[in-house]
């Protein structure tokens, strides 16, 4: 993404990667490396965790064509709903037979619309979809501090 394109909650559009292990399998973990301004974590308080499910190789990982297909979608999200601003992806997780993403949004409904929207011509997902109240942004603060901890 183009630093012209980082919603503005984010100062820049810096992000960590760490490995940590679930299941004596590999978790690969991308978030930001940053958190947003008080004021913009309450606007942007919920969080929205989308998950697909896989089939995984020996290490828990999906196979190459499978992880083709992920790139797609999330190359879907960021050209429209993060340009759009109607949510930011915060982390995402992937191992185990699962890939996670963690997006915040001001508007649940805004964001899924605007999800549908971005995902039209796609064919189907294996998408399970959830939403919380996280206005601190702990699920970002703890992926952060077990980052620190690794």
Do not use: C
């Amino acid at each position: 993404m183009r630093a012209s394109q980082v919603p503005k909650i984010f100062p820049t559009d810096d992000w960590l990667l760490a490995e940590a292990t679930s299941g004596g399998n590999p978790l690969i973990i991308r978030m930001r490396s940053t958190l947003p301004s008080r004021p913009n974590q309450t606007l942007f308080r919920h969080l929205v965790i989308i998950k697909w499910a896989y089939e995984p190789n020996e290490r828990g990982m999906p196979a190459s064509s499978e992880h083709k297909r992920m790139n797609m979608f999330e190359d879907a999200l960021e050209a429209g709903t993060e340009l759009r601003q109607a949510a930011v992806q915060a982390a995402s997780l992937t191992g185990g037979g699962e890939k996670e993403w963690r997006y915040y949004t001001h508007d649940v409904d805004a964001f899924m619309a605007s999800l549908n929207a971005d995902l039209a011509g796609h064919g189907q997902y294996p998408l399970q979809i959830e939403s919380f109240q996280d206005a601190d942004w702990s699920a970002l603060r703890d992926l952060q501090g077990e980052s620190r901890d690794a």
